[in-house]
């Protein structure tokens, strides 16, 4: 921890070097929080220098955990120590937002920040998007002890394949791909007349599924190409990464047999259809800009991305009703978005298609099937637990903001667009406002909704359960 | 079918006989409508006289459907004919919600109804709270044939203990119980004060946790006795009537070891007391009449009777949440309560928690139980596959009450009130209103919401699916 800590301080480093060209105001405040780090860092891996165990399953939960918690307790330093968000607890709340990809904001003028915190706060969610863990193991030899524990306790999603033997192999490739799109992205970017500081920016929040913008009113204002892009783009972050590698690789065969993309580009289109025929009906806008909102709105819900191009709250009953649900699904696992993830929502409702077929015939034997191959009992069975386990803490969530004083809409937007890692929510916090009216124990119970939501509950969930702790 | 048509117009002949007694302007639909159901049932009857097929899974399934429906496309006549609900659909809604025991009413005026009309309203749900199947399994000796095929179709909670070998036995003793309570519950009404008519009538809608109150105000201007008499018998009416038959034979101790009748009572007072902290924070109650409140409008949800001593609406965010949670619970297995079922909810929290030990240990083998008794793995995966459905229902009864026009609260509360057989829901149906404003459609839709909740979902859904056509 001491060294991904230092790791941590080398990414200030680097904002504070952007601080340093733009000639911001924010340079020492970068220059205090990264000599903070690398010193508590770097003293933390002199201490503990002589241990050399090897991670077991327990110690695995507990230091992704605790890596995710620390780099926000860190990572928030410059934007208070700068004096731009003067509460720590909005601080942490808008640097937890950050690593876990949510996007939720506390800031009521984003345009007003520095160029370093601007900076900072993009690569947060880059940073967070492919995972620090990850990252660590692509880099880094000596975490290949017990390496393997931590990848599954950072990415427990049901299908993530690993694209080579090795661990490492594996992390390198991903991040690999990773950096190619957000290149791509911001090329594609300035392409259409952004500037490369904001092309930056918004590519790492897009890649990361995270949704923080440079801009005030998110991506509104930007050209329909920029929209059009931005869209491309999510959607490349919320698709599985292996099926980028074989498409990298040539093999587009693969991804169209893929069950859970074609569902994915399908909820998509479906969503979005619906969507455009409700705007269309209400006779305000054009079927082009109809099917544009639409789309972005869908897409960037879906991915869990949270940038908005219009209010969705104002489109009515009926979309408000379908952008909800759709905030549940998230991207495709193995992606970089939040929320139940595709593939679970379709493996549940097959199954559950089935459960009909099995009434009628009793004593047949009907298997549950992805991509063709039998889905294993114990698989299906954790699918099914992450489910329960969602609705309850989504209503957990809903029922604690709802003591701390939101009405019914807002404390469930809340907490959906935390546990989902969206970023706008419905109610209150939807996508023209913002968590600033939050009180401070709603952002700590919301931050640990992300990191639950960005960690796939279980990590999180047995380290609070009392299992854990009994020998 | 024929059969049970006969059985209708006989209960139709009972309330047209009250009519007779109070000397009702309703005398005459009843008769009409008497008229038809006997000739449609005695005709029907006639003709299929010569078939004495044995019932297969498949003809259980339907002709369960099927009863339900004709009995309520009857049922509802006698509102028509007596022109106290002009538009058939309203009539046909008020009926299925009566049979149904949703007590979802379109009356904006209850009290101007005729005492026979508001009579029959009642003895729906008394007769549609047991099963109106399970109540010609005990009087009739012909559905002997495929009797068990029909009784599951009825009732196919996850633990219906038959009390007896025999289905007619158990149809016997279930029926028998639950007019002993009715009968009871007259007398300890009376004893308050409550005309004999008010009292009859209210009863059968407590034991049949249905709702339907003749007062427009339901519940609200009656004395604290009374609304304490109805407590203690909807929270009977929700317990598994097998418990109230071990009771009534003095095995009290099973009663306690029972472990869905010790959550059913330890939820009950935890939203209780969470509820009438609040109700007495907001200081406008006194400790007395805040606990009544409380307590009354918790079982009343819980058991998805749908009563009313209060407005929960107006209690502010965090009441309205737990009451709107609340509604998802429903009653015990084996009660005349609607709802997902304490012992589903149980088992289901149970497993989650099991899962984080299993990930923890996981070559251990950790089974779930209850009662001490391990469960079967197959009667999980049922119970699964149930709370899915059951969510998924949820979300589109939400979505195609939201198309109708209706605000996410108001769409969800009318989606759960009907799917649970509450009543009332939130937004703007709830326990001051009534669903007079909803659209035609939405009343069809809503109706059946109604019966795939009262049937648990898969006897209808199994109808509808494309396996149960296929040969």
Request: glycine fraction near 10%; include cysteine.
């Amino acid at each position: 921890m001491g060294i991904l800590l230092m790791i941590e301080s080398f990414f200030l480093l680097i904002s504070m070097l952007i601080s340093l060209i733009y000639g911001g105001s924010d340079l020492f405040s970068f220059f205090i929080s990264m000599l903070i780090s690398a010193s508590v860092g770097f003293l933390s891996y002199i201490l503990t220098l002589k241990s050399k165990k090897k991670l077991a399953r327990r110690e695995a939960y507990i230091i992704c955990f605790l890596v995710w918690v620390i780099f926000s307790l860190f990572g928030s330093l410059p934007f208070y120590f700068s004096g731009h968000i003067p509460f720590y607890t909005d601080a942490f709340f808008e640097t937890m937002s950050g690593f876990t990809t949510t996007g939720a904001s506390i800031l009521n003028d984003i345009e007003s920040l520095p160029k370093g915190l601007l900076f900072w706060r993009s690569l947060t969610q880059w940073m967070g998007g492919m995972g620090i863990i990850l990252m660590s193991l692509a880099i880094l030899p000596i975490l290949g002890i017990g390496g393997m524990q931590l990848f599954i306790a950072e990415v427990p999603g049901p299908t993530l394949d690993k694209l080579h033997p090795r661990i490492k192999e594996t992390a390198k490739r991903l991040w690999g791909i990773y950096i190619l799109f957000t290149f791509l992205e911001v090329i594609f970017l300035m392409f259409g007349g952004m500037s490369l500081f904001d092309s930056v920016c918004h590519s790492f929040t897009t890649m990361a599924t995270g949704g923080y913008s440079n801009y005030n009113t998110s991506l509104i204002n930007v050209s329909p190409y920029i929209q059009s892009v931005v869209i491309i783009f999510m959607f490349i972050a919320g698709t599985n990464f292996s099926l980028s590698f074989f498409a990298l690789n040539g093999k587009f065969n693969k991804i169209w047999k893929n069950e859970e993309f074609r569902y994915y580009f399908a909820f998509t289109l479906l969503f979005t259809f619906v969507i455009s025929a409700v705007l269309m009906q209400n006779g305000k806008q054009s079927l082009g800009k109809s099917f544009l909102d639409s789309l972005f709105q869908v897409v960037s819900l879906m991915t869990t991305t949270g940038y908005a191009t219009a209010d969705y709250l104002s489109w009515g009953h009926f979309p408000i009703v379908i952008c909800f649900i759709v905030m549940f699904f998230g991207g495709s696992a193995g992606s970089t978005g939040g929320g139940i993830k595709i593939v679970r929502i379709l493996l549940i409702l097959k199954n559950s298609a089935l459960e009909l077929k099995r009434l009628i015939h009793p004593s047949a034997i009907i298997p549950l099937r992805l991509n063709k191959k039998v889905v294993r009992p114990e698989i299906f069975t954790n699918i099914l637990a992450f489910l329960v386990l969602y609705i309850l803490i989504f209503v957990m969530g809903t029922l604690a903001m709802s003591i701390l004083g939101s009405d019914l809409d807002t404390a469930m937007g809340a907490t959906i667009a935390s546990l989902g890692n969206i970023g706008p929510g419905i109610g209150d916090v939807g996508p023209m406002s913002n968590f600033s009216e939050i009180s401070f124990v709603g952002k700590w119970i919301l931050s640990l909704l992300m990191l639950m939501g960005r960690l796939e509950l279980f990590t999180v969930l047995v380290i609070f359960s009392p299992y854990f702790w009994k020998k």
